[in-house]
């Protein structure tokens, strides 16, 4: 394509590159009735400093790459394309274009117009002007399906207790974070990446406003049940012990309920002669005490296969291509 600049997986060094003031870094899924819209949008925004799109297409079945591909050319704003090499996932995604941004400030959002461009440079503006490291979103009411919206709630009180962030915080994926947050972010290269996880590792100076959530403007949300599942194991396995921990005090509490029953039923035997046989109570017993066995193990198991996954340098991400206008290049030179 006439004007466009193709370029290598490993070529772009962020600290070398012309900082701009704000990057927003977008997550394509299913994404090609949309993303146009929204990179349209923001276009019209100026935000001090400056302003540039990543976009990366996390293994896309319908025609985000030809439009995405498209708008490094005519969106009229340095945009930067990137395309795996297959689906890895929004976090793993989000980690990707990160590790392309140059903002100083670099906020991420999805690709389905839920979140009003025109909220951008508030949020932003509340960043950089508060002294932030990272601010969130927070709604009064979302757009989504009601099932949607508690597995959200849920995730989100499962995190208030694991990943030891400021109560009632709400992880919204629409979220800016200072350059210094990204770069400690991203020198995480596992291949189970949580964004959240690895901010509220870095940093408590983090702030939240409240913004609209707007209907899903094309198709339907790409989060099926099966997905929210990856990510809540995300969530619990790869940034706490807390799970290894319940198993063990299940454990233990288990044994000490058993030592309690044996010596009942030694008192019963030394004292009563007509023991009844019990085959009930002591199929329950087992029954219970193979089913949190079996918990157990399978706790220890996805800590171990993920270990293993890791050790064995499964990619947090592979970059097929970049595509950068012409704007980029040229401020990454100067």
């Given at each position: 394509?006439?004007?466009?600049?193709?370029?290598?997986?490993?070529?772009?060094?962020?600290?070398?590159?012309?900082?701009?003031?704000?990057?927003?870094?977008?997550?394509?899924?299913?994404?090609?009735?949309?993303?146009?819209?929204?990179?349209?949008?923001?276009?019209?925004?100026?935000?001090?400093?400056?302003?540039?799109?990543?976009?990366?297409?996390?293994?896309?079945?319908?025609?985000?790459?030809?439009?995405?591909?498209?708008?490094?050319?005519?969106?009229?704003?340095?945009?930067?394309?990137?395309?795996?090499?297959?689906?890895?996932?929004?976090?793993?995604?989000?980690?990707?274009?990160?590790?392309?941004?140059?903002?100083?400030?670099?906020?991420?959002?999805?690709?389905?117009?839920?979140?009003?461009?025109?909220?951008v440079i508030r949020l932003y503006d509340h960043a950089r002007l508060g002294g932030w490291d990272v601010v969130y979103t927070r709604y009064a009411a979302k757009a989504h399906a009601g099932w949607r919206n508690l597995g959200s709630r849920f995730a989100n009180k499962v995190a208030d207790w694991l990943l030891d962030k400021p109560r009632g915080l709400y992880l919204s994926s629409f979220r800016c974070m200072s350059a210094l947050m990204v770069e400690a972010v991203t020198r995480y290269r596992g291949p189970y990446p949580y964004v959240d996880g690895l901010l509220m590792q870095v940093t408590r100076r983090i702030d939240s406003i409240?913004?609209?959530?707007?209907?899903?403007?094309?198709?339907?949300?790409?989060?099926?049940?099966?997905?929210?599942?990856?990510?809540?194991?995300?969530?619990?396995?790869?940034?706490?012990?807390?799970?290894?921990?319940?198993?063990?005090?299940?454990?233990?509490?288990?044994?000490?309920?058993?030592?309690?029953?044996?010596?009942?039923?030694?008192?019963?035997?030394?004292f009563r002669h007509d023991t009844p046989l019990g085959w009930a109570s002591t199929m329950t017993v087992i029954l219970l005490v193979s089913g949190v066995q079996s918990m157990i193990l399978g706790v220890m198991g996805e800590y171990v296969g993920r270990t293993f996954l890791s050790a064995n340098g499964k990619p947090q991400g592979t970059v097929r291509l970049i595509e950068r206008s012409p704007a980029v290049v040229e401020r990454a030179r100067t």
């Amino acid at each position: 394509m006439d004007g466009i600049i193709t370029a290598s997986a490993g070529d772009f060094d962020r600290g070398s590159a012309a900082p701009v003031g704000l990057s927003i870094v977008v997550p394509v899924y299913n994404g090609a009735g949309s993303v146009g819209r929204l990179v349209a949008a923001l276009a019209t925004l100026r935000p001090e400093g400056g302003l540039e799109v990543v976009l990366v297409n996390d293994g896309s079945p319908d025609d985000s790459a030809n439009v995405c591909r498209a708008l490094v050319h005519s969106a009229g704003i340095p945009v930067t394309y990137i395309e795996h090499a297959r689906n890895f996932g929004e976090h793993n995604a989000v980690m990707t274009g990160l590790r392309h941004a140059r903002g100083r400030f670099v906020i991420t959002m999805d690709d389905d117009l839920q979140n009003p461009p025109e909220e951008v440079i508030r949020l932003y503006d509340h960043a950089r002007l508060g002294g932030w490291d990272v601010v969130y979103t927070r709604y009064a009411a979302k757009a989504h399906a009601g099932w949607r919206n508690l597995g959200s709630r849920f995730a989100n009180k499962v995190a208030d207790w694991l990943l030891d962030k400021p109560r009632g915080l709400y992880l919204s994926s629409f979220r800016c974070m200072s350059a210094l947050m990204v770069e400690a972010v991203t020198r995480y290269r596992g291949p189970y990446p949580y964004v959240d996880g690895l901010l509220m590792q870095v940093t408590r100076r983090i702030d939240s406003i409240e913004v609209r959530h707007l209907p899903r403007a094309e198709g339907r949300s790409n989060y099926t049940l099966r997905r929210l599942v990856r990510l809540w194991l995300n969530l619990v396995t790869s940034f706490s012990l807390a799970p290894l921990r319940i198993a063990m005090l299940t454990g233990a509490a288990l044994a000490l309920l058993g030592g309690i029953g044996a010596v009942f039923v030694i008192v019963e035997a030394l004292f009563r002669h007509d023991t009844p046989l019990g085959w009930a109570s002591t199929m329950t017993v087992i029954l219970l005490v193979s089913g949190v066995q079996s918990m157990i193990l399978g706790v220890m198991g996805e800590y171990v296969g993920r270990t293993f996954l890791s050790a064995n340098g499964k990619p947090q991400g592979t970059v097929r291509l970049i595509e950068r206008s012409p704007a980029v290049v040229e401020r990454a030179r100067t």
